[in-house]
């Protein structure tokens, strides 16, 4: 982790890496209030609304944010938020990857280690795997569903967690337990604090579809502060 643990003190969360969006206000590792929704499109609308709606219109010490995989609209709408609250509040901005916040989620729930599995680009999953402690034992993929199932864990966290042990188990593969899980801000306070970093960079986890001649990705959509 680069700079110390956002969890301390007042910090607020952002998480719209899917098709859900959600915001948590923390005090001390302590939730002091959050909203999770299930947008599918249209969190650049959403997001600022559900932060002013916070006590205190959201305000706090640090901003952790989902750093993806997922959409890459979506993505960027959290990314350009955070780095807007955090000039406008003069607070420090931090990343984690969406993936192990999801396997964070699911390791609250049940033993691991745990495979996550979620909705990629052009039929494709990110997957990635995380020991008991929520630490990456791997590298984050783009697979096929056919490649996605040789992977063996018997937890499967993630939108696509019941697709992927289903694909499994047709394929003769080893059986085990799939949690739809979705990432949410509420529970970023669980999240291993080694996933923290002063890295805002988005983790497309493929190339992205659209590019501006030259090569160039597309500007991170403008969200206005809160």
């Known amino acids: 982790m680069s700079g110390p643990d956002p969890r301390g003190g007042r910090w607020l969360a952002i998480e719209c890496t899917t098709e859900a969006c959600s915001v948590a206000l923390f005090r001390d590792g302590g939730l002091v209030a959050g909203e999770y929704r299930q947008l599918g499109r249209g969190h650049a609308e959403a ?3 559900m932060i002013a709606a916070l006590p205190e219109r959201g305000r706090a010490d640090a ?7 997922g959409s890459f609209t979506g993505l960027r709408i959290g990314l350009a938020a955070a780095r807007a609250l955090g000039l406008a509040w003069r607070a420090p901005v931090y990343g984690y990857p969406t993936l192990a916040l999801i396997a964070s989620m699911a390791l609250e729930r049940e033993h691991g280690p745990v495979r996550v599995a979620t909705t990629g680009g052009h039929g494709e999953w990110f997957t990635q795997s995380f020991d008991a402690q929520g630490r990456a034992l791997g590298d984050l993929l783009s697979q096929r569903p056919e490649a996605a199932i040789a992977h063996g864990e018997a937890l499967i966290a993630g939108s696509q967690a019941e697709a992927l042990l289903a694909a ?5 593969g080893a059986d085990g337990l799939a949690l739809a899980l ?3 801000a509420r529970a970023v ?10 890295d805002l960079s988005p983790l497309y986890g493929r190339a992205p579809d659209a590019r501006l001649p030259g090569g160039r990705l597309p500007d991170t959509p403008s969200v ?3």
């Open 63 to 69: 901003i952790a944010v989902g750093r993806g995989p």
């Open 224 to 226: 206005s502060a809160a």
């Open 47 to 49: 997001l600022v609304p």
């Open 168 to 172: 499994r188990r047709a394929a003769g």
């Open 182 to 184: 979705w990432p949410d």
């Open 189 to 198: 306070a669980g999240l291993n604090p080694a996933h923290f970093s002063q």
